[in-house]
């Protein structure tokens, strides 16, 4: 496998010399809607930007740890090469990148992160045989080469309210969140839909820490909690590193998102509603090798398997409790049970 990274703190021009110097071969031909697809025994060339890291345990690795799986699903680098840019929570660098990998031919140009909607508006329309996606949104700006995809976090998110209802003794539940937005809202919502539904004399404080990436907000957060005597500790997005740790030394136990967390606390963490972006990625694949570059939405979801709520083996989670999870991910995947938001 490829991997090239595009530093975020470089000037455009230091960007072009660099991306002139990894080797990347002469971009094949990229088909639209009037034209036929690329030749099959050309890779599919994907190029993806993240806000932060690719190990992150949360967002980012997400999507990387999706794009690893399709890549080994069709084939390898030989049927589907990708390259990546991490850490890229500077705005302009991030539009930057966008669109030098646009103007080398990449069959796919991935946007991830709701901050990048503005740079692939301004971009996309100006390279029309190149697909792009963003998310999480349902926005194409009604562009021919724009998909947008989201997560309904909040199905999840309700999943692991359920249980940690079921789990907490000093009946006190700490959330931490980043910013009150996107699917990081709807986790948060769900979550607290899920405890609500269990037991509503459950106590839940949500404090959202205005910030995606500090990680010593985060710790604050947690500790705050843990001195109230909060026994139970969620959040979203990459800065959770700092709250598990909190949690990890306190034993609190701990929920996570997006990513599997487990590792980051093996001892805490009860379970992680996982993304597998796979799910999307792979329609989206085929729509641009079909000649269909854009202007559809798509969300993973625990009906269509782009989100699974994966138990850590080495928690001790009692059978009955596990039962009272697994149900209601039958009950939301049936329908006789919908999250609805506040």
């Not at 990347?24 to 932060?52: G, H, L, N």
């Not at 598990?244 to 030394?249: E, F, P, Q, R």
Request: aromatic content about 10%; some cysteine; proline content about 5%.
């Amino acid at each position: 496998m490829k991997f090239k990274f595009l530093s975020a703190i470089l000037l455009i021009s230091l960007l072009f010399a660099l991306v002139g110097c990894t080797g990347i071969s002469t971009p094949a031909p990229v088909a639209s809607p009037t034209e036929a697809p690329a030749p099959a025994d050309k890779p599919f060339r994907v190029a993806v930007i993240m806000p932060s890291a690719v190990n992150d345990f949360a967002f980012s690795q997400s999507m990387y740890d999706a794009l690893v799986r399709v890549q080994n699903e069709m084939g390898g680098p030989q049927k589907m090469d990708f390259v990546y840019s991490q850490d890229m929570f500077v705005l302009d660098d991030a539009t930057t990148a966008i669109r030098i990998y646009a103007s080398r031919g990449y069959d796919l140009v991935i946007a991830h992160g709701s901050q990048y909607g503005l740079s692939i508006q301004e971009i996309a329309p100006q390279f029309p045989k190149t697909s792009f996606a963003w998310g999480t949104t349902v926005d194409t700006f009604n562009m021919p080469n724009v998909f947008a995809y989201q997560a309904a976090a909040e199905e999840g998110g309700y999943v692991n309210g359920v249980l940690a209802a079921a789990l907490t003794k000093n009946k006190m539940i700490g959330v931490i969140g980043p910013l009150e937005v996107g699917d990081a809202r709807l986790y948060v919502d769900g979550f607290k839909a899920g405890v609500v539904a269990t037991n509503p004399e459950i106590q839940v404080d949500v404090n959202y820490i205005g910030s995606f990436s500090d990680v010593v907000k985060a710790s604050e957060a947690a500790s705050s909690y843990i001195s109230q005597g909060t026994d139970i500790l969620t959040g979203t997005a990459q800065m959770v590193v700092g709250a598990t740790n909190k949690a990890k030394d306190s034993d609190v136990l701990w929920f996570g998102t997006q990513s599997n967390q487990s590792a980051l606390a093996p001892k805490i963490t009860v379970a992680s509603q996982v993304y597998h972006w796979e799910v999307v990625l792979k329609e989206i694949i085929a729509k641009v090798q079909a000649g269909t570059l854009g202007g559809k939405t798509f969300t993973i979801s625990l009906a269509n398997g782009g989100e699974v709520i994966e138990y850590n083996a080495e928690y001790a989670l009692p059978a009955e409790v596990k039962a009272l999870g697994d149900a209601a991910v039958q009950q939301i995947v049936s329908g006789s049970v919908t999250v609805t938001m506040p």
